[in-house]
């Protein structure tokens, strides 16, 4: 059965056509050929042959002529456009016709290195002449001491990632003179990767690449590839400070692509209330499965993942089983160990594997097959993303398929009711800042250990004299000597290896199988660990569920055996911020500002029991677990007691905490006797935990208790859809509206990644001695600048959020400004408008 049967039979279904919120068919495109060039190497030419490549698309040959010129070139073309054979060619037809040549590629992650090198030897295989061999080799963190030397003295292709060359191959470039020598081109794949605090530390790491290169006589020349984002050409100039060409016109073939938006049907109109997203996703899933369409389903968590896999299993058709494919749906995701994750690329490549439940891990280019169809369980959180997950759908000229499925959040109910905003938009821009004072120093002191500063040396952007007064800064301090006109590094360890790259975490947790002699089945962050494999947990792997038994952070593993049981566990973590020390602070129109150090607390406190089929709440297990502290830096924002007095008399003021009547304690137990205590959503009965009693209308919309807590306004329900029914009808005060925007444009003021900052508001916050407070902080250890610098970027930041918000279309608040408010909600923007005003 076909994909077109297939959307013929959603739309006669009103339970799942009735449901498309929208319909976009992105046309084909025919593909445009051009002939190889004429002078590449004869031997290559016919293993490239060989593989059916009879023609080049025209952006590989434009990407040909570019890197011939000498030019660097940066590729956006769209997800399996051929990028791979693109800088391949000019690169493998280099090393063949140069016995001294070499060439160095940086991926993001092990698993595509590995993609790329067997890519690579297949193609090197057709090639009967080997008189000149590339030797081509992975040198990462899982090559064996044993085959390093080697590697370095044979291979003339290396293949590694930009925290190997930061750690491992920069700081000890003496054992790789040969190789930096002739050192050619240098190929980053999947440069989107690299953007906020990453992407500033890997900016600073190629211009400590650029600067070895230099001193072994070479001027690599760089090719750089992209997924769709908003700004390729700024991201690779900023990333290798060089001039770069970008060819973005994609002349590969593809068929039409079904774009559908889904928004689960409304099962309780006044509530507000949706279907699952995870039901309707499994059941969109379940629908492809039988129509024989490979597929992935792409979850937003791990623990997502895992359960829509549990109740895709049982969905496996007698004959995919009669077949011999008992697996022919697998989960994908961090965590799995390598071999497991190899095994289920080599089973979606040869079409054993019919569907695949992943997170993020495959969004990135692993080559997988042709994939027919992509339902993403959510919206991924930014547009890039999710063109990036639809991308891995369409292969050639067949048609393919997308589908997102809208969930009960705000964001993902915005976008359902307004896909323009979504269809209408250009991806976001990656954003990077090298000259962020902190990550800079750590390099140049890394740049010292590798080879001495001369005192009139640039480095990357920075000029001489710029470069000069850092060298003097850290001679002063003791962290560098300087003899006659260069400053040599004096510690005794090189520095690269007390800097990480990436978001710092703690050691990973390995995960032990107690029944099968403690078999390793995978790992997780060891910061995540306290949430996902506390003592009780249920951990899911490929649909199986292990009890974790204990939790050993001193020795980093958790103990595990397989159960069978008929619920989930769901932790419940404690948030408390601290101030450790303010470094300044200003009274200003309308509260104050400060920035310093301040200590995020996380504590996972106990767990919640929940069945699998109504989500029942069977009972709540508390935990003595150690808090997670990150100390880190931030600047907050406290509003005065006149403001909130004014705002409040003028009734633009929702930051106060509800206090129901003096009725309400009648009312509420007229509504449980009137409900019979039975959850008037879901119908489960009250058990040992008493069921809540909801407001329709929200109680603050009411000026008068009575009208609110009148018993037609109030409904019986369990905690767990009390839960639910409060995030869709919530009303946002004005001070979650200001940190929302605030949150948002912080990132462009700062040049950073949303990720790299947290955003908090309290309405009467301890920090601030009972004040409103929006708290901006870092999300690493120490932090980076970012604090100081909004502070000092205050009132342009407010001034920034009020044009955000003013020129905003919307009539009461939207992701693009305040945020969304509920189905029925308020969303603040007025609220909003009324603190700015009295900010500036």
Same mark, same amino acid.
């Given at each position: 059965m076909s994909l077109t049967s297939l959307l013929s039979h959603w739309r006669a279904d009103p339970t799942i056509g009735g449901n498309f919120a929208a319909w976009e068919t992105i046309p084909e495109r025919q593909a445009t050929f051009v002939p190889f060039p004429e002078k590449i190497n004869g031997n290559l030419l016919q293993a490239v042959k060989g593989t059916g490549i009879k023609a080049l698309y025209t952006h590989q040959k434009e990407a040909w002529d570019l890197i011939q010129s000498g030019r660097h070139a940066a590729l956006a073309t769209d997800t399996a456009s051929g990028k791979t054979l693109a800088y391949? $060619?000019?690169?493998?037809?280099?090393?063949?016709?140069?016995?001294?040549?070499?060439?160095?590629?940086?991926?993001?992650?092990?698993?595509?290195?590995?993609?790329? $090198?067997?890519?690579?030897?297949?193609?090197?295989t057709k090639i009967s002449d080997q008189s000149l061999p590339i030797a081509p080799a992975t040198y990462d963190g899982d090559t064996s001491q044993s085959a390093r030397a080697s590697i370095r003295k044979k291979s003339r292709l290396i293949i590694s990632n930009p925290d190997m060359l930061h750690i491992g191959i920069l700081p000890r470039h003496t054992a790789w003179s040969d190789f930096f020598g002739g050192l050619r081109y240098i190929v980053i794949d999947e440069m989107h990767i690299y953007r906020g605090v990453f992407g500033s530390h890997v900016a600073n790491v190629i211009r400590r690449l650029k600067r070895v290169a230099r001193f072994y006589g070479s001027e690599p020349q760089f090719i750089l590839t992209s997924a769709t984002i908003g700004n390729p050409t700024e991201l690779a100039q900023g990333l290798i400070e060089e001039p770069v060409m970008l060819i973005d016109e994609d002349a590969s073939a593809r068929g039409a692509k079904h774009f559908i938006i889904y928004n689960p049907p409304l099962i309780d109109v006044e509530l507000g209330l949706r279907a699952s997203m995870i039901n309707e996703s499994v059941r969109i899933a379940e629908d492809l499965l039988s129509y024989d369409l490979q597929t992935i389903l792409f979850g937003r968590t791990r623990r997502t993942v895992e359960v829509m896999l549990k109740y895709l299993r049982p969905s496996l058709s007698p004959t995919l089983l009669e077949s011999g494919h008992p697996k022919a749906i697998r989960a994908y995701r961090s965590g799995y160990l390598p071999e497991h994750r190899r095994e289920i690329e080599h089973g979606l490549r040869n079409g054993d594997v019919r569907m695949v439940v992943a997170t993020t891990a495959l969004e990135l280019g692993i080559d997988i097959g042709g994939m027919e169809a992509t339902v993403q369980a959510?919206?991924?959180?930014?547009?890039?993303?999710?063109?990036?997950?639809?991308?891995?759908?369409?292969?050639g000229k067949d048609d393919s398929l997308s589908l997102l499925v809208a969930s009960p959040s705000p964001s993902d109910q915005y976008l359902a009711r307004n896909p323009d905003y979504f269809f209408g938009r250009n991806p976001e821009h990656a954003l990077i800042n090298p000259n962020n004072l902190l990550i800079l120093l750590k390099h140049i002191q890394c740049a010292a250990f590798e080879i001495p500063f001369g005192s009139n040396e640039s480095f990357g952007d920075l000029s001489p004299t710029q470069v000069t007064e850092i060298l003097s800064i850290?001679?002063?301090? !003791?962290?560098?000597?300087?003899? /006659?006109?260069?400053?040599?590094?004096?510690?005794? /360890?090189?520095? +690269?290896?007390?800097?990480?790259?990436?978001?710092?975490?703690?050691?990973?947790?390995i995960l032990q199988d107690q029944s099968n002699a403690n078999r390793t089945i995978g790992e997780i962050d060891g910061e995540a660990a306290p949430w996902i494999v506390h003592p009780g947990a249920l951990y899911l792997h490929e649909a199986e569920s292990f009890l974790v038994e204990e939790l050993d952070l001193e020795n980093h593993r958790a103990l595990l055996n397989p159960v069978e049981?008929?619920?989930?566990?769901?932790?419940?973590?404690?948030?408390?911020?601290?101030?450790?020390?303010?470094?300044?602070?200003?009274?200003?129109?309308?509260?104050?500002?400060?920035?310093?150090?301040?200590?995020?607390?996380?504590?996972?406190?106990?767990?919640?029991l929940i069945r699998w089929d109504s989500h029942e709440k069977l009972g709540f297990r508390e935990l003595d $677990?150690?808090?997670?502290?990150?100390?880190?830096?931030g600047y907050w924002l406290a509003l005065s007691e006149e403001m909130v007095a004014q705002l409040r008399d003028e009734g633009l003021w929702r930051g106060d905490r509800n206090y129901y009547g003096a009725n309400w304690d009648k009312q509420r137990r007229a509504a449980l006797?009137?409900?019979?205590?039975?959850?008037?959503?879901?119908?489960? /009965?009250?058990? +040992?935990? +008493?069921?809540?009693?909801?407001?329709?209308?929200?109680?603050?919309?009411?000026?008068?208790?009575?009208?609110?807590?009148?018993?037609? *306004?109030?409904?019986?329900?369990?905690p767990a859809c009390h839960q639910k029914v409060e995030s869709a009808v919530r009303m946002r005060s004005?001070?979650?509206?200001?940190?929302?925007?605030? !949150?948002?444009?912080?990132?462009?003021?700062?040049?950073?990644d949303t990720r790299d900052l947290g955003v908090h508001s309290d309405p009467q916050s301890t920090i601030t001695e009972g004040?409103?407070?929006?708290?901006?902080?870092?999300?690493?250890?120490?932090?980076?600048?970012?604090?100081?610098?909004?502070?000092?970027?205050? *009132?342009?930041?407010?001034? *920034?959020?009020?044009?955000?918000?003013?020129?905003?279309?919307?009539?009461?608040?939207?992701? +693009?400004?305040?945020?969304?408010?509920?189905?029925?909600?308020? !969303?603040? /923007?007025?609220?909003?408008?009324?603190?700015?005003?009295?900010?500036?």
């Open positions: 391949n $060619l000019p690169v493998l037809d280099f090393l063949l016709n140069s016995s001294e040549g070499r060439a160095l590629y940086l991926f993001p992650t092990k698993a595509l290195a590995q993609d790329q $090198l067997s890519v690579i030897q297949d193609l090197l959510g919206y991924p959180g930014t547009i890039a993303g999710t063109w990036q997950q639809a991308g891995r759908a369409g292969r850290l001679h002063e301090s !003791g962290v560098l000597h300087k003899s /006659k006109d260069q400053f040599f590094w004096m510690g005794d /360890k090189y520095p +690269s290896a007390e800097i990480s790259l990436r978001s710092a975490s703690a050691h990973p947790i049981v008929d619920y989930f566990t769901r932790p419940r973590r404690e948030t408390e911020i601290q101030v450790l020390e303010i470094r300044e602070d200003q009274n200003i129109l309308g509260g104050s500002k400060a920035h310093g150090e301040l200590a995020v607390i996380t504590q996972v406190s106990g767990y919640h $677990l150690p808090p997670n502290k990150l100390i880190t830096a006797e009137r409900d019979q205590r039975i959850c008037q959503v879901c119908g489960v /009965k009250q058990g +040992s935990v +008493s069921h809540h009693v909801h407001h329709k209308m929200p109680f603050k919309a009411f000026d008068s208790y009575l009208d609110a807590n009148r018993i037609e *306004n109030l409904l019986t329900v369990c004005g001070l979650s509206g200001l940190a929302f925007a605030l !949150g948002h444009l912080a990132p462009l003021l700062l040049m950073c004040l409103p407070v929006v708290v901006v902080y870092e999300m690493i250890p120490a932090g980076i600048g970012f604090s100081q610098r909004l502070f000092e970027c205050h *009132n342009e930041l407010i001034d *920034n959020a009020r044009q955000l918000i003013q020129g905003c279309a919307c009539q009461d608040g939207c992701p +693009s400004c305040v945020g969304p408010g509920g189905e029925d909600g308020s !969303g603040g /923007k007025v609220e909003t408008l009324a603190i700015i005003e009295r900010l500036t």
